[in-house]
């Protein structure tokens, strides 16, 4: 990076990381960059989802690789009706879920690769539970050198750390709802904006929030967990959570610059470009269009 002959930063991780690769290029007016960075993605849980499957979904949204990807579910928004049945049904769910090593069989849980990562994941466990939380599963919060039990923390709000950071680990925030505006006003409000789960079935109240949801996040995952997709999708996001898009199509005009030729509209200069296309003469005229 610091011999500026790098044109292309395509990388998905941290900003910071981001910013200091950016920074070791000489001329960062040249250094085209394609970013998928943090995300804070919530999954609502509307008042007609199926629990069962929604419960599914969410833990594997909160918990698949420890919570450890930009594309986790980052909070929940459980309608009021529903979260006391819910709470109870997913924190037996996360209480049962085994912990060992990758390669061990049913092994869902596994050591953190951070030293530091269970002191930061206790703070904000203890920071919440100080302003009014409560850790909802038996097993939430216990630790070991390098393990934090998953913790199911609930009633959440925006005074507490978890409700603004982007937590990349075993501690799950819920928020009970009663109008669907407020988990939308928090999106709206929020730094992030790469996808959300939505759960529910009643089509008329569905679609209008997918409508809503496209201009707040780049993907909307419908009764399903936040996720990546094959390649040929592309992966972006709004405000602090991306820049540029990755996918196979969209990584071919990362890597290209656009040029035209153009003339005056005359009989004089048709009469060469129609010559040019028949000639075969420039490749770069014969293999484009005009316009």
């Not at 085209?32 to 969410?58: F, Q, S, W, Y």
Request: proline fraction near 6%.
């Amino acid at each position: 990076m610091k011999t500026g002959v790098i044109d292309v930063l395509a990388l998905i991780g941290h900003s910071t990381s981001a910013v200091a690769l950016q920074d070791e290029h000489p001329r960062k007016n040249k250094l085209r960059l394609v970013l998928g960075l943090e995300a804070k993605n919530p999954g609502i849980i509307l008042p007609d989802a199926d629990l069962d499957h929604t419960i599914k979904e969410c833990i594997s949204g909160t918990l698949s690789f420890n919570g450890q990807r930009c594309t986790a579910l980052k909070v929940l928004y459980v309608h009021e009706s529903l979260v006391d049945e819910f709470n109870t049904k997913f924190s037996a769910a996360v209480d049962a879920l085994k912990y060992g090593l990758p390669w061990e069989e049913g092994s869902f849980l596994t050591p953190l690769p951070e030293p530091s990562k269970p002191a930061y994941i206790k703070g904000l466990i203890d920071d919440a539970v100080s302003k009014g939380a409560k850790v909802m599963n038996k097993k939430g919060g216990q630790q070991s050198v390098n393990y934090s039990y998953p913790a199911v923390l609930y009633p959440v709000d925006e005074s507490m750390n978890v409700y603004k950071e982007e937590q990349f680990g075993p501690v799950i925030p819920i928020i009970a709802y009663k109008d669907i505006n407020e988990p939308l006003d928090a999106m709206a409000a929020s730094d992030y904006g790469q996808q959300v789960s939505l759960f529910g079935r009643d089509v008329r109240k569905i679609g209008p929030l997918i409508d809503i949801l496209s201009n707040l996040v780049c993907r909307v995952n419908l009764n399903s967990a936040c996720q990546r997709g094959p390649d040929v999708y592309p992966f972006a996001g709004r405000k602090n959570s991306a820049v540029g898009t990755l996918s196979v199509f969209d990584a071919l005009r990362s890597f290209s610059i656009r040029t035209f030729v153009a003339s005056k509209d005359n009989p004089y200069n048709n009469e060469i470009l129609e010559n040019l296309l028949n000639s075969k003469e420039s490749n770069f005229v014969s293999t484009d269009y005009l316009l």
